[in-house]
């Protein structure tokens, strides 16, 4: 059997060897808080009441937000526009995205019809390993191994 020393040694005390405030009861914790959360708002009723009189209230508060309204409406509406400047850039940026498709839409269609085999008679594809370019299909068909010689860099006959 363990004696009280060795307990206290570990750590462990029994309920008669504890300090006198670990012993109180749940609600007396309780109504402790209570009593601080009440002490803390009778303080800030103090000391509003020390700052606006009761008597002079209504004309310094009346005064104050006089005072104020110019600066709460520029912090009111600096809010809203950081609230909203994601939302408009992002709108903007898809406006300008859709207008640069279109435009770049426009100008492939019309390269396509006049540069690209409309005038010359051939008729072109996409070239393969190569991203936006484009080679007549005949020589393509006529030489592929040459082709892709060019495209690893090997010296050949490859003519475009």
Request: overall charge positive; proline content about 6%.
């Amino acid at each position: 059997m363990t004696t009280t020393l060795q307990l206290k040694l570990r750590g462990i005390f029994l309920t008669d060897d504890l300090p006198e405030n670990l012993t109180n009861p749940v609600g007396d914790i309780f109504s402790n808080i209570i009593s601080a959360i009440t002490t803390f708002f009778q303080y800030l009723t103090d000391l509003f009441n020390q700052t606006f009189p009761p008597e002079k209230r209504d004309e310094q508060i009346h005064w104050l937000l006089h005072g104020a309204t110019p600066y709460l409406i520029g912090a009111a509406v600096l809010i809203t526009c950081l609230c909203c400047c994601s939302c408009l850039l992002s709108c903007i940026s898809c406006i300008f995205r859709g207008l640069y498709n279109v435009v770049c839409s426009f100008f492939r269609c019309i390269r396509s019809c006049l540069c690209c085999g409309a005038r010359s008679g051939r008729r072109m594809m996409k070239a393969p390993g190569r991203p936006s370019m484009r080679l007549p299909r005949s020589a393509f068909e006529g030489n592929p191994r040459g082709y892709f010689r060019d495209l690893r860099g090997q010296p050949n006959n490859f003519v475009y």
